[in-house]
């Protein structure tokens, strides 16, 4: 009530009810109010720094204990395209970090990476805090599902907030993202805040108040974090959907795939080997395949065979330009065409298809002629194909788009 009628929260009250929220002596449909009232209301600094803490103290902190290399972790808040965790973080471990990436499954028109990697035959997702451990020391590199012990109570509010309209909170999406983050115990975070249609902050505006919020809690509670806005109004790369992101994400490991998420990958890899005081060029190790190496040590790690062939789906339809012009790839509407390919889920437990979603098979902003070939969508299901054509839209502009920068900008 306190919130609703526009007052600050007092640290015993916060406190009181993320606790009693997570034992469950308060209801989903009282949590869902007051989540209302801070999403209408806001809160101050002080509040959100409280309330992180007190979803921090819901589980328990990680403590990986000496490996022998510093720790250091990135989080995206996810976008259409964005398998950059996949090349990322064999990439900072071939250069001497340890990189711990618990990672979530997707919902709506956003891949998860857990989803992706799923893609391939026999990788495992789920693993023991001794298992994580072992894997940083030994390999550097370890992407699986967070533990049920890390912020558990996020977890409960993160899935009432899904489906009663609160999820779009800057102080929300901050305490939740960094209350996982601060509880994974790394040393140091480089945050990838997207900025555009396919991106949760559609604003340079509500990203960069996002990344801040964010950043300066990194530092109240003592972790390093340095955050990044990334262009996210069109896909990364020409690969959408699950097996597709991880057969790009191969290719950039060998030294090449699309120049887009090359750009990213290289730009968040020094950022995170800067915060880990690590002096290496990672441009140079992708380019010498040294992260591939890394990479195949890494999915073998957890049961995956990096050779064996990836699903495919069974139908494979193109879509073609309808008129001269230039190819306009929106990131929200190719996310969602392939999230009703099947790519990605509508509920927690849905399942989703490895093989489906949508590949780019020009650049966007491209010259193209009537007729050409610009997209081909994949999936099991061809009853979705119409409705992901519709959803699609318009892919040809009249005139050239603006030049893209990929990374807006760097707060540290
Ligand atoms: N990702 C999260 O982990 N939490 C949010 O609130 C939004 C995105």
């Not at 509500?206 to 300066?216: G, I, K, P």
């Not at 992101?245 to 080997?273: C, F, K, N, Q």
Request: glycine residues 10%; charged residues 20%; proline residues 5%.
């Amino acid at each position: 009530m306190a919130k609703r009628d526009g007052a600050r929260l007092t640290d015993e009250q916060i406190d009181w009810v993320v606790a009693a929220y997570t034992r469950g002596d308060v209801a989903d449909e009282q949590m869902a109010a007051l989540a209302m009232a801070i999403l209408l209301n806001g809160m101050d600094t002080g509040e959100i720094a409280r309330w992180t803490q007190a979803m921090i103290d819901s589980g328990e902190v990680l403590v990986f204990g000496d490996i022998g290399r510093p720790l250091v972790d990135k989080h995206s808040t996810g976008g259409v395209g964005d398998k950059i965790t996949l090349p990322l973080a064999p990439l900072v471990a071939a250069c001497g970090a340890a990189v711990p990436q618990l990672s979530g499954r997707g919902l709506g028109h956003t891949g998860g990476t857990l989803d992706k990697l799923e893609a391939i035959p026999g990788w495992r997702a789920a693993l023991s805090l001794e298992e994580i451990a072992a894997q940083l020391a030994d390999v550097g590199a370890v992407i699986c599902a967070t533990t049920p012990t890390l912020a558990p109570a996020d977890r409960k509010l993160y899935a009432l907030r899904d489906v009663t309209g609160t999820v779009e909170s800057i102080p929300l999406i901050a305490s939740s993202i960094m209350s996982k983050k601060i509880a994974e115990g790394a040393d140091g975070l480089v945050l990838d805040v997207k900025v555009g249609s396919g991106a949760f902050m559609k604003t340079p505006e509500s990203a960069r108040e996002l990344a801040t919020t964010m950043v300066e809690l990194g530092r109240a509670h003592g972790l390093a974090t340095t955050a990044l806005l990334t262009d996210m109004s069109v896909p990364l790369g020409r690969a959408v959907g699950n097996a597709l992101e991880v057969a790009e994400s191969v290719e950039v490991l060998r030294g090449g795939g699309p120049a887009d998420v090359v750009e990213l990958t290289v730009a968040l890899a020094r950022e995170m080997l800067a915060l880990a005081r690590i002096d290496a060029d990672p441009a140079a190790v992708l380019a010498k395949g040294e992260a591939y190496a890394v990479w195949e040590r890494m999915i073998a790690a957890q049961g995956g065979d990096p050779d064996a062939p990836l699903p495919v789906a069974a139908h494979v339809e193109e879509v073609v330009a309808d008129r001269s012009g230039y190819a306009s790839f929106d990131a929200l509407a190719i996310g969602t065409a392939a999230w009703r390919l099947g790519a990605g889920r509508a509920r927690k437990e849905d399942a989703v298809q490895a093989g489906a979603g949508v590949r780019l098979l020009v650049d966007h902003g491209a010259a193209v002629a009537a007729g050409e070939p610009l997209l081909q969508l994949h999936t099991d299901t061809p009853d979705a194909v119409a409705g992901a054509r519709e959803l699609l839209g318009g892919i040809v502009a009249d005139a050239p788009p603006g030049p893209r920068r990929l990374v807006l900008d760097t707060l540290r």
